[in-house]
């Protein structure tokens, strides 16, 4: 799920910037200080939106930067678990494949691409064995979160899976509503 949080700290501007505008400064440091920010209570940060309020600066003897305590706004992506999520397939490999969801990658294991008994080809693709449905890289595809883990702060874990009603491959879940359709006009 996207959020939209307030934040406070105190960013450290260097003296190379203080010919800079202030606002212009703190927001350099600030993209620079959390670019790439992962937390288990903020989730991944993705961008600052807005700087709410600067303090007066405060110089500490001896390092000659600038202190300034800072409120701003950023956008975060925290995973919840059972959401609903889209994204494309990045990689796939004999135990599973990965689905890049926009600002992580999740994991679907194998035995949760889909109900089939599923096997995995040298080209990089899992089949599955009565269905013939296959899953390839680069297939966009809706799943949902079972598993988060924070265990490693810097690489956080999504488990995903697709055994469940319309998640799964698009084209699969297209193809389903178009078999549903076709049998209820034969019916009329």
């Known amino acids: 799920m996207f959020y939209e949080v307030k934040v406070r700290g105190h960013i450290r501007v260097n003296p190379s910037l203080f010919k800079e505008d202030v606002k212009k400064a703190v927001l350099s440091k600030l993209n620079e200080q959390f670019e790439g920010f992962i937390s288990k209570e903020l989730g991944l940060l993705i961008a600052i939106s807005s700087i709410d309020n600067i303090g007066d600066g405060i110089i500490i003897p001896g390092d000659g930067a600038a202190y300034y305590d800072t409120t701003f706004t950023a ?29 992580i990658d999740g994991m679907i294991h194998v035995s949760q691409t889909m109900d089939d008994y599923v096997s995995f080809s040298k080209s990089n693709v899992l089949t599955g064995k009565e269905s013939k449905k296959i899953l390839k890289v680069n297939d966009r595809c809706r799943a949902r979160i079972i598993a988060i883990s924070f265990k490693d702060p810097t690489n956080p874990k999504i488990g995903l899976t697709m055994r469940q009603a319309s998640m799964g491959n698009l084209k699969w879940i297209e193809d389903e509503l178009k078999k549903k359709e076709k049998k209820a006009k034969s019916k009329k």
């Open 75 to 103: 956008l975060t992506y925290k995973p919840e678990l059972q959401e609903v999520v889209l994204g494309k397939v990045s990689d796939i490999t004999d135990f599973g494949a990965f689905l890049d969801i926009g600002t």
